[in-house]
């Protein structure tokens, strides 16, 4: 998965997100398989040279529980202890032994793009495999890395997200399809999480990217390139389009279900739109191409990944106002805030580097590389393209 290009050339952003859905797959594709057979986790980067390597802080401290970091570039998960950003396993995704070989080779061949999480359960969508891959988190174990116990199910082309429903009953994964040709093979895959099955698909006449449900389960909000769909999830259809949001890349629901938030990537804008209406009520400049948002569990902040800026922008929902802005170098698109609201995460796509920011101040508390070892410049090419926090500590911590 290449880094995104540069968004000085503003008509290229629809490209730009494609290059970050499909890039891995592509370049799987012109390889061919690759296979390894090693002791220690496969090596397969050149670190040298990169000046943007940030070792952890000594002082990077947090809340007991796991970070669960998705790494397409790698075709991997970090897991990491929250309590001192330690790296405890670099875990492969659907990258089972080859069949038939009478060995132990490996293939590499996944690019998990999207992370979704609901108590121990783990869901990846793999872009360059065309599946779910859904793994317990209890079941981890640090000496095996190349094949965590995990269930793989086939779902559309290109699935480049998921999300789970509050209830926890289903998985809904954005099929976002290939971006070229007509008619557009974008839809919805719903899986079961009871029997890690898929139950129904549809068909959406472009393509999906990010979903986001209200909190009673009843509404599915998907951002694509056409607007923010709304889907009736008891029926699967769509029940209101709401065009005019520049590229929307993410979307979140306040915690009462009353207002979406959605970032505008066109015009590095948030829009807000209100749940009863499904109009656009305000706008919010923010910093350029915003990516993924999060909000506090009690609904009045949203911090808001600004990958061209360098920046996070944090949002008060009262005001519905920029309160401040966090410079974070290395491409910020993904964020999450542990269970208790105290840290906020931050993924650097280009950096390959996690920072870590204290929410009741906006101050640093550490910062550390992705891939294996945490060593300097380890996530380079990794790409952390989504962040799952929990309070429970990973296997090995």
Known sequence: ???????????????????????????????????ALAAHHPAGHSHAGSTKARLAASSCTGPAGAAYVALPGYQAFDAVDTANCKLIQQYNVDDLNVPGTGTEDTNYGSSEEGVAMYGNTLYFADTGSDTVAVINSADLNVDNYANPAETIINVGVDP???????????????????????????????????????????????????????????????????????????????????????????????????????????????????????????????????????????????????????????????????????????????????????????????SGIITVFDTANDALVGSFNVGYGGEANAGDGEEPTGIVLTSTPTPGS
């Not at 719903?190 to 139950?199: E, F, G, H, Y």
């Not at 698909?201 to 393509?207: A, E, G, I, N, V």
């Not at 923010?228 to 979140?252: C, F, Q, W, Y």
């Open 1 to 35: 998965m290449a880094p995104r290009e540069s968004s000085s050339s503003r008509p290229g952003l629809a490209s730009r997100r494609v290059i970050i859905a499909g890039a891995a797959a592509v370049a799987l594709a012109a390889a061919g398989t690759a296979t």
């Open 160 to 350: 480049q997200n998921l999300a789970v429903t509050p209830d926890g009953s289903q998985v809904w994964v954005a099929d976002t399809g290939p971006q070229t040709g007509e008619p557009s093979l974008g839809g919805i895959s719903v899986i079961s999480a009871s029997s890690d099955t898929v139950t129904s698909t549809f068909s959406l006449p472009t393509d999906p990217r990010e979903i986001a449900f209200s909190p009673s389960g009843a509404t599915a909000y998907v951002t694509t390139g056409d607007g923010l769909l709304v889907i009736s999830t008891a029926t699967h259809r769509v029940t209101a389009v709401i065009p005019g949001l520049g590229n929307p890349e993410d979307a979140v629901v306040s915690p009462d279900g009353k207002t979406v938030y959605v970032t505008n990537t066109a015009q590095g804008l948030v829009d807000i739109i209100s749940a009863a209406t499904n109009r656009v009520t305000r706008t919010i400049k923010v910093g350029q191409l915003p990516w993924q948002l999060t909000v506090s569990s009690d609904g009045s902040t949203i911090y808001v990944a600004n990958g061209d800026s360098n920046s996070i922008s944090v949002i008060s929902t009262k005001t519905d106002t920029v309160t401040g802005t966090i410079s974070d170098a290395g491409d910020p698109v993904s964020v999450a805030l542990t269970p208790d609201g105290s840290e906020l995460w931050v993924g650097g796509l280009t």
